[in-house]
């Protein structure tokens, strides 16, 4: 979840937490982290739960049902093992630090023939795929800025990082600093913008029927990022293979301009200048010629 006021994630963790081995087979573990927030502000520091247990039995994932947790951005995942044992260091979602804020991760996909060197501070505590390419991918956008860009420069530089990735397998992920939230697909990720005027919803993998106005005011506003969407009566938005979306304050952000793309436009801009004062020269030099 991204959000633009702090927001409670209880109802839709309630059904989420279902798909880790009650209505799906993901119950080789589980956990959320999510970033308090300092006021209305995104905080930098992210509470984290782990459990090697299904969500759908967890006690933990219980006691979270009823926390009150009020954040802007939110990373919840629920485990099928692919690569890796069952263990707690190998439950998503992933944490670590870099330019003085926590960064979170989780990954659904398998990565074949991806091992790619880690010379810096960054390196898996566990055994999976996923744990290493949040790793790389952390290392390289340390290298790529001296400090914590903007999401709009993050988002660019993650376009080109991501695809060195995704080439090796299924590559969903999710990705969050506190200040904004990129989900990236390779097969299957869809979202749904919630805000005013908020309608009811009907939970896919829980008895359960809500009317969003009792939860929020009119000034709320969310995104929703899953696997399969969570509730049936909603405008959930396929994500295609390939992409990236960031999203800030509850909404998608404006898709970047990146630098890359302005020097390929100046190029082919450049290119074009040349031909046609080429072009031109050589109407000039005929016409001087006939002239003569």
């Known amino acids: 979840m991204n959000s633009h006021l702090p927001a409670s994630l209880t109802l839709s963790f309630s059904g989420f937490s279902q798909r880790g081995g009650s ?74 630090e ?50 914590v860009p903007s999401a709009e420069e993050l988002t660019c530089t993650l376009t080109e990082l991501v695809p060195k990735i995704a080439r090796h397998g299924t590559f969903n992920f999710l990705l969050s600093n506190g200040q904004a939230l990129w989900a990236h697909a390779s097969t299957k990720l869809s979202y749904v913008l919630r805000q005013h005027p908020f309608p009811q919803v009907q939970l896919k993998d829980d008895e359960v029927t809500v009317d969003l106005s009792d939860l929020n005011g009119p000034e709320d506003r969310q995104v929703i990022v899953v696997t399969e969407p969570l509730t049936t009566n909603e405008d959930w938005v396929a994500m295609v293979a390939g992409e990236l979306h960031a999203f800030v304050d509850g909404r998608p952000l404006t898709r970047a301009v990146c630098k890359a793309t302005l020097t390929a436009a100046a190029a082919a801009a450049a290119a074009q200048r040349e031909a046609e004062e080429s072009a031109a020269r050589e109407r000039s030099a005929a016409q001087a010629a006939a002239a003569s």
């Open 98 to 147: 870099l330019w003085g804020r926590y960064w979170v991760f989780a990954h659904n996909g398998d990565l074949k023939e991806f091992d790619p060197p880690l010379h810096g501070s960054f390196k898996p505590v566990g055994t999976t795929d996923s744990e290493l390419a949040f790793c790389w991918l952390l290392q390289e956008l340390n290298k790529s800025h001296a400090s």
């Open 23 to 96: 209505t799906d087979h993901h119950s080789d573990g589980w956990g959320i982290a999510f970033f308090e927030s300092e006021g209305d502000r995104p905080g930098k520091a992210a509470r984290h739960f782990v459990d090697k247990e299904s969500a759908a039995t967890s006690p933990i994932a219980r006691m979270l049902k009823s926390y009150p947790i009020k954040s802007h951005n939110v990373v919840a995942h629920v485990r099928k093992a692919t690569v890796g044992a069952v263990t707690l260091e190998n439950c998503h979602p992933f944490t670590r």
